[in-house]
């Protein structure tokens, strides 16, 4: 069983910056993919980034490339999503998620939602 707890949603003003954390725990962590979805109020949830077992692929929505940058730690089990420039359209909940079976970035952008493991969220709100 694997548990995935965001932190660091907050409000902050358009412009400005955030970091969001996921700490994981359960068994082969640090060998599956993990990524960021996000779901706005009377919107689809949303895939926002991706990084693959190893941290040395990932890939983003075009809505957070160049703005955003995704992270993991594997020794620590934790998992980072930066965000610059935030705009209002930014706001969400956002969702951390792990592959329940794969180690690429794929495996988080085409999965089904049953495929992964997913975060209780934070809330993520920018003001104009």
């Known amino acids: 069983q694997v548990r995935l707890v965001e932190s660091g949603g907050a409000l902050v003003q358009a412009g400005g910056s955030l970091r969001l954390s996921c700490a994981a725990s359960?068994?082969?962590?640090?060998?599956?993919?993990m990524g960021w979805f996000r779901q706005a109020p009377g919107k689809e949830r949303e895939f926002v980034a991706a990084?693959?077992?190893?941290?040395?692929?990932?890939y983003y929505a075009d809505s957070a490339n160049g703005r955003f940058t995704i992270s993991r730690d594997n020794a620590k089990n934790t998992m980072t999503l930066v965000m610059n420039s935030l705009k209002p359209e930014d706001t969400a909940i956002y969702y951390c998620?792990?592959?329940?079976?794969?180690?690429?970035?794929?495996?988080?952008?085409?999965?089904?939602?049953?495929?992964?493991?997913w975060g209780q969220g934070t809330q993520v709100t920018v003001s104009q």
């Open positions: 359960g068994r082969t962590l640090p060998s599956v993919a």
């Open positions: 998620t792990a592959s329940r079976d794969g180690d690429s970035t794929g495996s988080i952008v085409q999965a089904p939602p049953d495929n992964l493991n």
């Open positions: 990084i693959n077992w190893s941290g040395h692929s990932t």
